[in-house]
């Protein structure tokens, strides 16, 4: 609106009303067609009609030049009177205002603080949440000049993982970026062509980007760490763009998790999937999410901004036994589902294993563990005295064992059959 006052200081406006080409094609979707020029416009062909009208000129002529949008003034005022001296027409035109208003193909800016005020709090401007939590927006400027951006699919996946250290507490977040684009368009200049744009990727201040796929420019922002990435696609062709980074801490406090997604404007259709995996053994409590588990999951078209929310649910399960295996004779692995506390599994008294005489009655092993060591799941055993028995069967007897979270394994003690299966 300052450009504007710069250029023409003598006109008095109380703000901005802008639209895009969605607005106008739902509009003769109400009223069905419209005459303007010798032209007739209808849902079907009102994008193309006017980029044929606007670029069928002679680009030498300047008065061709200056005029070539002309036709733009007259077409909205036609169909504005037409709806207006149309009753039957208006509800269906306010509701179309409103949803677009709330999917952002119609954004408003008045000087009036009051009217503004309420604008903003319907979220009809614009603006963007201040940064409380997750953050995430993907915003995307056409710089070749065609129409190709309208004939671009697009495809956001934002994957969250939270880590736990459970000798400080704190935890730690881990995301990956993936944006697909496919272009779907022909040549067909000036509509569709080559295309070339610049994205923006708009995260929590304090980001830090770990890798990248493509050359990437972080931008500088006192609110978000910004990644740029410029996208070059012919029609046809088919890109994925990766970052993964590092969350900063403000981001999660270790309950309660919010995110901010956030459309970007004028956008259509556009799909985007969100999955957050908190530690194994906690459950995810929302009204936001599909939760599974200690899974967060979301996939639709962001038709408009979203926030999500979730809480973590104490793990109060006992731990299970996920997989084992006798590697060698004096190596055995056993692996639980989740991270276990290393003072039950420690001491090799704690644990007995007993050949059962299934398989090889005549043969009999007296087995001792000798040494045990344990790395997050995964439970190593050396043992002395099995022989070599092929399928035959052992028990392992593990009388007590806790999570992280002390939670025991049940029953105690607790049994397990594993069988010799050594490979070569």
């Known amino acids: 609106m300052k450009m504007y006052r ?10 901005v009303i802008a639209v895009n080409s969605k607005v106008l094609e739902d509009m003769l979707k109400i009223v069905k067609k419209i005459e303007v020029w010798d032209l007739e416009f209808t849902p079907e062909n009102v994008f193309e009609l006017l980029e044929y009208s606007v670029n ?5 002529d300047i008065e061709q030049i200056k005029a070539r949008k002309g036709v733009l003034g007259p077409l909205s005022s036609a169909l504005i009177k037409k709806i207006m001296f149309s009753p039957l027409l208006w509800r269906e035109t306010s509701d179309m205002i409103v949803r677009n208003l709330n999917e952002k193909h119609i954004q408003l800016h008045f000087f009036d603080s009051s009217l503004q005020k309420a604008i903003n709090a ?7 949440p201040k940064p409380d939590g997750d953050f995430l927006a993907v915003v995307e400027s056409n710089l070749a000049g065609m129409k190709s951006d309208r004939y671009i699919d697009r495809d956001v996946n934002y994957r969250v993982q939270i880590w736990e250290n459970h000798e400080t507490g704190d935890y730690t977040l881990t995301g990956k970026i993936t944006i697909t684009m496919e272009h779907f368009g022909d040549y067909n200049v ?3 062509g080559p295309y070339s ?3 923006r990727v708009y995260l929590p201040y304090g980001t830090k980007v770990k890798n990248a796929n493509v050359s990437i420019k972080e931008e500088a922002s006192l609110k978000h760490t910004i990644i740029g990435t410029i996208i070059r696609l012919n029609p046809g062709d088919r890109q994925t763009i990766a970052y993964e980074v590092e969350l900063p801490s403000s981001v999660f406090n270790g309950e309660d998790y919010h995110l901010d997604l956030i459309k970007q404007a004028g956008t259509i259709d556009d799909t985007y999937s969100v999955v957050i995996e908190a530690p194994q053994g906690v459950s995810i409590q929302s009204d936001d999410f599909e939760t599974r588990e200690n899974y967060a999951i979301w996939k639709k078209s962001l038709l408009r901004d979203k926030s999500f929310d979730f809480t973590l649910l104490p793990d109060k399960l006992g731990p299970r036994i996920a997989y084992t295996e006798i590697q060698s004779l004096s190596d055995i692995l056993v692996v639980f589902n989740e991270r276990m506390s290393t003072e039950s599994l420690t001491d090799p008294l704690n644990i007995t294993i007993e ?17 045990m060591s344990f790395d997050y799941r995964d439970l190593k055993l050396k043992v002395e005295g099995m022989t070599n028995q092929p399928d035959e069967f052992y028990k392992i007897t593990i009388k007590s064992a806790y999570d992280i979270h002390g939670n025991p394994i049940q029953p105690v003690p607790k049994v397990i059959t594993l069988v010799q299966r050594i490979s070569n």
């Open 6 to 15: 710069l250029t023409d200081s003598r006109t008095n406006f109380d703000g």
């Open 355 to 371: 050949d059962l005489d299934i398989t090889n009655p005549e043969t009999h092993d007296t087995i001792t563990v000798k040494d």
């Open 56 to 60: 069928n000129i002679d680009r030498h």
């Open 190 to 192: 000036p509509v569709s």
């Open 197 to 199: 744009g610049y994205i």
């Open 122 to 128: 319907r979220g009809w401007d614009g603006t963007w």
